[in-house]
């Protein structure tokens, strides 16, 4: 940071400037840390302390400007968490802009500026060195998808406490910055430069820029450069700029006096991936042209800058340490007039949400405030809890009261450390068969009595403590047949017989004092419960080298050349595609004479429009655009959805998918009636289902006046496991939905269900393949858990998420809420428990008492069976729809008899 200069006392001297642009604070949020009062500064911003978004912290106050004070809020306490936590608006058309200012000036008297790191979200953004820059400004532009953000404080050792001054949120334009992040929810920005170009005079800031920007003047400015001056009434054209820069900020510009090369040398500070914007404005008599080079690389050649006519420039340059912006000469002076440079940061995917909600169901069964919130992996993991990326790999809970492992630890299935010594554990070993990835178990220190059978699932157990429990009996066979045990535990515990011959091998150390009696040979005779019989037990031989995680290293390794290559190709991709810069304009080929493909009509843009009355009425908001209402020529009602701009598939993907998708037709599949694809759009056109998806017709407004009876929700099931079956089964090539969910089923006017959304590559986006992304390809509350730990989904993750649907038909609820006890969030781990018991308490209520039991017995059976964590335990969606058919025809019978009886 430390080449950008912070004018921050400064703007006061151009306020005149105010009410140069008539703009509104909209969605402005200023908070004055540790302040008391609100406020209305110079610019016409309104402050308001911060007392409404932070519990943590004390409050003083430093020197400021003109003998006034400002107050500040610090952090002496790095035990719990310090969190802003502010509303986020859940609309991901937007950015937000976030500016936050770290002053110290002494206010301890201590004469040592702290050090700490910050993180937005669950990325770590920023680390504070107040000894470079007091006070210490950043801004950050995020994706605004979340429903509240926390703004997070981590002390360094021996760093002092963090401290804050004030916080800052803008909404941004909808477009703006997009070609940046595009639609990723996995980056934010973080401003290196913003320069008014040409200007030295100071920041400029809102309202002159009414996103409040701060527009930095240009240091670098000197004499042998011309600036500004030229048409500084000049008012450009700005609609097709969506970051919308200030006029002002456009009206001066730095210009060559010589046909010589501008360049301006910009150091930045991490070596990283950077965005550059550059905004050009014809202010001169003459137009002049141009090479732009980054890093002596042309990156645009021979651009023209047109009288009275603004213009920006894109890019995205990945792995530097130092930024070389240079216009080379063609014809006349090169000139610029701002330019702005952002760091690009990886945000980490968030947690699995069966984790986060078993965790918050554990944390509430401890009765402790764990200080638990967000997300248990990033930026810092929760306390107890270890992660590898985003998965929870190890769990650390001791020395409280648990009194039994309940079946939510068998929910973390990505745990390979778990630790419960000392919990008043009692009973059996229990509900952890599904850890399969368990390496350490330590359940020492508990009144355990009994192994259990589940002990004989943990494959990959390398060490298991269980001394001083009260575990009876002999020692399971099972025990010695775990090929990667290194070390048994089983100290003070009151066990007897011989123990199992596999264990007696070099590779594992037994022990076993403080038993009853327990040996691989001696026989046992003395039986009597005296504990205090000391026998030679203990065999220990040194554990041997493990081979597995040098195969692991070897796998990690191949892996990651496959990932740099990718890299290295998807770098040329961009380069090759920003070279071309034209707009990626499919060539017409199809508009020749070609009116059908594969079966699927094609439409003109001109069509299109008209059959949607110019995209008059919204139906829907799917993950790749808008769906609109439309009806065509011959009076059939269609739904025309709009793909958005920047997430196409390349021209051959989509001409693919969709011949692929043309050929597909069954009853229980929406079906694809054409397609256009012109004018930069890929727009498809499917017939129009009247019914609503299942989704509104379970929670929707209409949801309360008609009641789905369970023999229509029956119904709808079993079309939609149909449609599923024929995809999965019917369908060459085999297609994998990757996105099931009550939204994704639509009804027509006779309740048949069909299935919609498949298809339309979730796989590789072009927005995908110019960064590697992992981002998860289905909705919250319906992925396969096992997709969090292999990044792949299956057919059998389609079951997952059709299981999740029909618990919904049975528990007329949503997958995830936010009310309730922990122990509810999570449709799945809810309700499971119950159904697999037979309790039906969790059933709909509008629908109780008017079900035959055996039809939900087999129902939710099957909905169980299909949410099972390990893929390999769930059935085939042709077993599913098989149970289905099942319970339909028997509620058909049991409403034919009821109908008889009365
Ligand atoms: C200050 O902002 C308020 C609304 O926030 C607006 O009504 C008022 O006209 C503004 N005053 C000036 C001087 O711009
Ligand atoms: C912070 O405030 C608490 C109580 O509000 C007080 O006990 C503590 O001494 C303060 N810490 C510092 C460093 O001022
Ligand atoms: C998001 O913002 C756009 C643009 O203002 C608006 O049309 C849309 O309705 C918003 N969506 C939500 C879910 O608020
Ligand atoms: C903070 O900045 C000062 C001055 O630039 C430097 O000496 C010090 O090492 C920095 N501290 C850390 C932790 O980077
Ligand atoms: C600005 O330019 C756009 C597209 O070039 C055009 O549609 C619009 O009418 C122009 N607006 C003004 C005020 O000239
Ligand atoms: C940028 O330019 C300066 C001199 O103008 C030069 O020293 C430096 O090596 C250049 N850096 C890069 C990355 O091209
Ligand atoms: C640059 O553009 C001019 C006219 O616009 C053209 O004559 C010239 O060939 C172009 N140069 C290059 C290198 O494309
Ligand atoms: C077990 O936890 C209790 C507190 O709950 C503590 O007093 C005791 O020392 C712990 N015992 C062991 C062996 O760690």
Redesign the pocket.
């Known amino acids: 940071m430390e080449l950008i200069p912070f004018f921050w006392f400064s703007f006061l001297f151009f306020s005149g400037f105010v009410g140069f642009t008539l703009c509104y604070q909209d969605g402005f949020l200023s908070l004055t840390c540790g302040g008391t009062t609100s406020y209305v500064d110079s610019y016409n911003i309104s402050w308001i302390p911060d007392g409404d978004y932070i519990s943590s912290g004390n409050i003083t106050s430093v020197e400021g400007s003109s003998s006034s004070r400002i107050p500040v809020r610090f952090f002496p306490d790095s035990r719990g968490r310090n969190c802003y936590r502010l509303p986020s608006v859940t609309n991901v058309s937007f950015l937000i802009l976030v500016r936050t200012q770290f002053v110290y000036k002494n206010y301890d008297g201590l004469g040592k500026p702290p050090v700490f790191f910050v993180s937005l979200g669950r990325a770590m953004v920023t680390m504070v060195n107040l000894t470079r820059n007091d006070p210490w400004i950043e801004e950050f532009i995020f994706p605004a998808n979340m429903e509240v953000l926390s703004l997070c404080f981590h002390s360094t050792p021996n760093g002092g406490f963090p401290v804050i001054s004030s916080l800052e949120f803008r909404p941004l334009h909808e477009g703006a910055y997009s070609t940046a992040l595009g639609d990723s929810t996995d980056k934010l920005l973080k401003k290196s430069y913003r320069i008014n170009c040409g200007y030295n005079d100071g920041s400029l800031r809102y309202p002159l820029d009414q996103y409040d920007r701060m527009w930095d003047a240009d240091e670098d400015f000197s004499p042998y450069h011309v600036s500004s001056g030229f048409d500084v009434e000049s008012t450009f054209n700005l609609s097709t700029i969506k970051e919308i820069p200030p006029t002002v900020v456009l009206q001066t510009a730095r210009v060559l006096a010589r046909r010589n090369n501008l360049i301006y040398n910009l150091p930045l500070d991490n070596h990283g991936d950077y965005h550059v914007v550059l905004y050009f404005a014809g202010i001169l008599p003459v137009s002049p042209?141009f090479d732009v080079l980054i890093n002596a690389v042309v990156v645009q050649?021979?651009y023209?800058v047109t009288r009275w006519e603004a213009g920006t420039l894109f890019f995205t340059i990945r792995g530097i340490k130092n930024l070389n912006i240079t216009l080379k000469s063609?014809s006349y002076y090169p000139l610029i007039n701002a330019l702005e440079v952002y760091e690009i940061l990886d945000i980490p995917l968030e947690t699995s949400s069966t984790t986060v909600s078993a965790l918050r169901v554990i944390q509430q069964s401890t009765g402790l405030d764990l200080g638990w919130q967000d997300d248990p992996c990033s930026p810092t993991p929760w306390e107890h809890v270890g992660c590898e990326g985003n998965l929870v790999t190890s769990l650390t809970l001791s020395d409280i009261k648990l009194r039994s492992i309940s079946p939510t630890f068998g929910d973390l299935l990505d745990l390979k450390t778990l630790d419960l010594h000392n919990t008043s554990l009692a009973g059996e070993i229990q509900n952890l068969g599904g850890l399969q990835h368990l390496e350490k178990l330590n359940l020492s220190f508990n009144q355990l009595t009994s192994f259990g059978s589940e002990l004989d699932d943990l494959i990959n157990i390398q060490v298991l403590d269980l001394q001083n429990n009260s575990l009876q009996g002999t020692v399971p066979e099972s025990l010695g047949e775990f090929i990667d045990l290194h070390l048994l535990n089983l100290e003070n515990n009151k066990l007897q017989g011989p123990l199992p011959q596999a264990l007696n091998r070099e590779s594992i150390e037994v022990r076993t004092s403080g038993n009853l009696c327990l040996t691989f040979t001696t026989i046992c005779n003395d039986f009597s419960s005296n504990s205090s019989i000391q026998t030679p037990q203990v065999t220990i031989f040194t554990p041997r080298k493990h081979k597995s995680h040098r195969h692991i290293a070897s796998i990690l390794g191949a892996v990651g050349g496959a990932v740099l290559a990718l890299f290295i190709i998807s770098f040329l991709v961009i380069l090759f595609m920003r070279r071309k810069k034209t707009e990626f304009v499919y060539t017409g080929r199809l508009e020749l004479d070609m009116k059908n493909w594969n079966g699927a009509k094609v439409f003109t843009y001109k069509e299109i429009k008209a059959a949607t009355k110019n995209f008059k009425e919204t139906i829907g908001r799917g993950s790749f655009g808008c769906v609109y209402l439309g009806q065509l020529p011959d009076g059939n009602s269609v739904a025309v959805k709009v793909r958005f701009d920047k997430t196409q598939l390349g021209a051959d993907s989509f001409i693919n998918e969709v011949s692929l998708l043309s050929q597909i037709h069954h009853q229980n599949l929406v079906s694809l009636e054409g397609f256009c694809y012109e004018s930069k759009q890929q727009i498809l056109v499917y017939e129009y289902l009247p019914g609503g998806s299942l989704a509104d017709n379970l929670y929707g407004a209409n949801s309360k006046k008609i009641t789905l009876s369970w023999v229509r929700r029956l119904k709808i099931a079993v079309d939609a496991a149909k449609g599923l079956d024929y995809l999965h089964n019917g369908s060459e090539p085999r297609i994998i939905h990757r996105d099931v969910k009550s939204s994704n089923i639509l009804l027509d006017v006779e309740m048949n269900a069909k299935v919609c959304d498949f298809g339309l590559s979730k796989q590789m986006t072009q927005a995908d393949a110019t960064h590697i992304t992992t981002v998860v390809k289905g909705t919250a509350g319906y992925i396969d858990p096992e997709y969090y730990s292999t990044q792949q989904l299956t057919e059998k993750s389609d079951v997952y998420s059709f299981g999740v649907v029909l618990l919904e038909l049975i528990c007329g609820r949503e997958p995830l809420t936010h009310t309730g006890t922990p122990d509810s969030f999570n449709l799945v781990l809810w309700a499971k428990p119950y159904l697999q018991a037979g309790a039906f308490e969790v059933v709909d209520e509008s629908i109780k008492g008017s079900f035959d039991s055996e039809s939900m017995r087999r129902a939710s059976l099957i909905a169980c069976r299909s949410v099972e964590t390990d893929a390999l335990r769930r059935p085939t969606i042709a077993q599913v729809l098989a149970e289905l058919k099942e319970a339909y025809s028997i509620q058909l019978a049991y409403l034919a008899s009821a109908r008889l009886i009365n």
């Open positions: 042209t050649s021979n023209t063609i």
